[in-house]
């Protein structure tokens, strides 16, 4: 169990607890606050909000302040703060990812479900990620972004279930705006080949990446090197269709009554 000091930090990751981007997360956060790193065993890429029900998850302590689950982020999450810490998170941050997560695409991120996870029970968080690249990953920048945030974040916190998408572009940083997610025309193509012995297997990958050109959205941010700062809420209603949805609902009542 961990007993922690004035301000205190929970960081979790979807790479894994052994990923360069956490351990420079988490030494940027420790100008903010006492930090503890509750990640997946093993890379847990795109696996969403996935909660792990139908086996047992077990916890590796791997140093002090280092504790692997094998599970998803939002796994850690629970485990963290029901079963490791003997405190509450003033704060919880996710990542620093290896790869954008930005517009439709935070659906599927392991990295922005840690935030959301943190977000639904009731705590501050942030997902942080980085542009990926060929070459060594320089997680500095975007390491002191993310500590900023999360003072700025603790001293004048935003509303109940908001959380920071946070994406940052490798290179020469322009500056940062705040931004809304951007949309993409989503083409999936499913390959089919043949193992060794001859039986079929399948790999999704995608066909198209065509962007929707908003002025404000994150991934016009990214692509011009700005910081992308999105606010997030895990409400997926769709409010304006509520009315319309209404008047289908009636109709279909008033001809189910005929």
Same mark, same amino acid.
């Given at each position: ?32 606050? $006492? %930090? ?6 093993? #890379?847990?890429? /795109?696996?969403?909000? =996935?909660?792990? !029900?139908?086996? &047992? @998850? ?76 060929? $070459? %060594? ?6 390491? #002191?972004?993310? /500590?900023?945030?999360? =003072?700025?974040? !603790?001293?004048? &916190? @935003? ?100």
């Amino acid at each position: 169990m961990i007993v922690g000091p004035m301000v205190r930090i929970l960081v979790t990751n979807d790479d894994g607890h052994f990923s360069p981007g956490i351990h420079a997360l988490a030494t940027a956060l420790r100008a903010v606050g $006492d %930090v503890v790193i509750v990640a997946p065993q093993t #890379e847990a890429s /795109a696996v969403g909000h =996935a909660l792990t !029900l139908r086996r &047992p @998850l077990r916890v590796e302590r791997i140093s002090e302040d280092v504790f692997a689950v094998d599970g998803t982020p939002t796994d850690c999450i629970n485990i963290a703060i029901d079963q490791i810490l003997t405190y509450k998170p003033d704060i919880i941050v996710s990542g620093i990812n290896k790869g954008f997560n930005i517009g439709d695409d935070v659906t599927y991120s392991g990295t922005v479900a840690g935030a959301l996870e943190g977000a639904l029970l009731g705590f501050p968080a942030i997902a942080v990620s980085q542009q990926f690249t060929r $070459d %060594v990953f320089d997680f500095t920048a975007a390491a #002191e972004f993310a /500590a900023e945030m999360a =003072a700025s974040l !603790l001293a004048s &916190p @935003l509303p109940a279930r908001t959380f920071l998408n946070i994406n940052v572009p490798s290179g020469a940083i322009a500056g940062v705006r705040t931004t809304v997610q951007a949309r993409r025309n989503h083409i999936t193509k499913v390959a089919q080949r043949e193992d060794p012995r001859g039986r079929p297997y399948f790999w999704i990958e995608e066909a198209s990446d065509d962007w929707d050109f908003e002025e404000n959205s994150d991934h016009n941010a990214v692509k011009s090197g700005f910081i992308s700062v999105t606010p997030l809420q895990p409400d997926l209603t769709d409010h304006k269709a509520l009315d319309r949805v209404a008047a289908l609902v009636s109709a279909r009542r008033a001809a189910a009554k005929k």
